[in-house]
């Protein structure tokens, strides 16, 4: 084992960190989007485990939601991101979300701070 190496690593499971800047004027639409692809998500075992909402009105350069999303696996996002029932819903999307960032990464066991 290399020194220093990260061994702290949990599980292969994928976990996105998701930065989304909405357009202000579509929010039915977002939602709806979000709705269905959270659907569509959960057939591959995919989850967006938490959503985090950032009031920025007079900041269209910032993000307006965080999601937290996970699936059992790489593959698992790849076969949703080709599901033709999301692909289905790219016009909506489009519409209401101007700007996505996503990172990639894999759970960590937490600091065991007692």
Same mark, same amino acid.
């Given at each position: 084992?290399?020194?220093? =190496?990260?061994t702290r690593t949990v599980s292969?499971?994928? $976990?996105?960190?998701v930065l989304l800047s909405i357009d202000p004027e579509r &929010?039915? =639409?977002?939602? *709806?989007?979000?709705?269905? &692809?959270? $659907?569509?998500?959960k057939r591959y075992g995919g989850k967006i485990e938490r959503r985090?909402?950032? =009031?920025?009105?007079?900041?269209?350069?910032?993000?307006q939601e965080l999601h937290v999303v996970t699936f059992p696996d790489h593959e698992s996002f790849e076969r949703y991101r080709r599901d033709p029932d999301l *692909? &289905?819903? #790219? #016009?909506l999307r489009a519409? #209401?979300?101007r700007r996505t960032v996503v990172w990639e990464g894999v759970d960590l066991s937490p600091f065991d701070v007692s």
């Open positions: 084992m290399i020194p220093n =190496e990260v292969i499971r994928l $976990t996105l960190v &929010a039915d =639409e977002f939602e *709806q989007f979000e709705s269905s &692809a959270a $659907t569509i998500m985090v909402r950032f =009031e920025s009105p007079d900041d269209s350069s910032r993000p *692909q &289905a819903l #790219a #016009a519409k #209401a979300i």
